[in-house]
């Protein structure tokens, strides 16, 4: 077989084999096929597109280029959530305790974050001593004792897409439904688990940017995942302002722990729920999604799901007393607070822009070389549809130095207040085929 026939074939639009996808990715991942060529194919892709069965192909292919995780000892059917990214995203440090403290199986496997602010792993390393790196043995055995693990992706998985994308990055082919949902789902495939919840996400602060592409997106990985033999399926929620109100590391995690208190903000505690829902049903720990949603509540009302984040964070060698008390979390030398220039409604936040200001402050990582800034950040005091009087603070800010003039500019730039303003419709769809 020859590279330069693939490519051919993908150019003139014609449906790649299963052989002809595990022999690009197996050459590409060894070094015998070289960048340019690859490019090529990248390109045609691009423009050509692929079937499902392609990108279930392509998929597979990548989650078998290194290591893959064998959960199989851990009892019961462990559920996994992804999210496609997006700013305030806070869900699964609320989730995993919560959805474990209803008996289901949370083996939770994430990343850090490059850009507005860290990653899951990066937000719960704000809390003291705990550890997010541990052996697959560790990582069964707290999941089988207390339902519930967070720890950082272990050995090489699915070293053929860090591959793909690094090409793809330098190529312009990054934003291609294909590559994208293989992507992500030759990770999650790799991870181990059995069920899969997605949560796509669509609006200024997320990638897809229309709903269009973020329904062919969950569409795509939902196929992909029952193809691939997972229990998989994806919401399509809105990202066009930031969810909950804390941007920022510590900030998260203070409010997470609000919200598995029940007080957390309204937004996020409604996407709580309708993901953890999707869980527990995927868990097979209740029949339907009203059955599952009252146990959550019940839990978060009983202090169960609170009492089960205390378990995690002492599990894997955190602090337990930031529940109740918060300043043992990072702390910033400032606060400021952003006043309102004119009276009116928020009409408008442009979330991925907010997320940049909160990475300013050091919340985020320009670079994979840069450190975080665990203590500072943003919490919103007015979201969209909210009135606000001139002078009235719309937004707090967490510094560690006296000069925040840029992010401040950057705050009000992409604030918007007028006469009227309407509350984004949070949960677009729900996809499960």
Known sequence: M???DVIKNKRDGKVLS?????????GYTEGSIPDYQVSALLMSIFFRDMTDEEITHLTMAMSQSGDTIDLSEIKGIKVDKHSTGGVGDTTTLVLAPLVASVGAAVAKMSGRGLGHTGGTLDKLEAIPGFEIEMTN???IELVNKSHVAVAGQSGDLAPADKKFYALRDVTETVDSIPLIASSIMSKKIASGADAIVLDVTTGDGAFMKNLEDAERLAHTMVRIGKLANRQTMAIISDMSQPLGNAIGNANEIQEAIDALKGNGPADLMEMVY????QMVVLAEKAETLDEARKMLEESI???AALEKFKVMVENQGGDPRVVDQPELLPQAKYKFELPAKESGVISKMVADQIGVAAMLLGAGRRTKEEAIDYAVGLYLNKKVGDS???GESLVTIYSNRKEIKDVEAVLYENILISETGTEPKLIHKVITE
């Open 2 to 4: 020859r590279m330069v």
């Open 18 to 26: 299963k052989e002809e996808i595990e022999f690009v990715v197996s």
């Open 137 to 139: 043995d560790r990582f």
């Open 274 to 277: 309708v993901l953890g829902s």
């Open 301 to 303: 009302a009983s202090g």
């Open 388 to 390: 606000v009087e001139k």
